[in-house]
């Protein structure tokens, strides 16, 4: 019978803040002190995406930590797998049409967000793109990407 791979929830002796480690023995991403060779391992699991979770949670007060969960949960029931693109697909394409001086103009905004998202106000997903401090508004309706 194969084991699978496992990795770990570490809790770290000096700032107590959980990392996730696919072997026992490594260095806190958040202060740099060493697991030593005996870690406080808090849980194990045996894929990526649930060690994600599982230092969310460690990393979460424990009075809070059932609630987090059932959020979690409802949330994952939300989504679907649909065929719609993803937000940095959206990105990398409407990147892919500015101008030399990494310009992009409402109306080629709109271009790609037909084909991608139709319905999509294009005015309005540039405004998001502008609060997430990718891109800056230009005079009228036209943006700099930021590198």
């Known amino acids: 019978m194969t084991q699978l791979p496992r ?5 770290c ?3 107590k803040v959980c990392f996730g480690q696919h072997r026992a023995q490594a260095k806190c991403p958040h202060c740099g002190q060493s697991s030593g060779e005996h870690p406080d391992i808090v849980t194990s699991v045996t894929n990526a995406q649930a060690l994600q ?3 969310a949670i460690a990393n979460t007060p424990e009075e809070l930590r059932d609630e ?3 959020k979690i ?3 994952d029931s939300l989504f679907d ?3 719609e693109p993803s937000m ?3 990105l990398q394409k409407i990147r892919s049409n500015v101008d030399e001086n990494n310009m992009i103009s409402l109306q080629s905004v709109r271009e790609v967000l037909s084909k991608l998202l139709p319905g999509e106000e294009a005015s309005n997903f540039m405004e998001m ?3 997430e401090g990718l891109v800056t508004r230009l005079a009228g309706d036209s943006w700099l990407f930021f590198e």
């Open 7 to 11: 990795w770990n929830v570490i809790r």
């Open 13 to 15: 002796a000096g700032c």
């Open 53 to 55: 979770l599982e230092v």
């Open 68 to 70: 987090l969960r059932a």
């Open 73 to 75: 949960a409802i949330n």
């Open 81 to 83: 797998t649909t065929d």
């Open 88 to 90: 940095p697909a959206i």
């Open 129 to 131: 793109v502008e609060a």
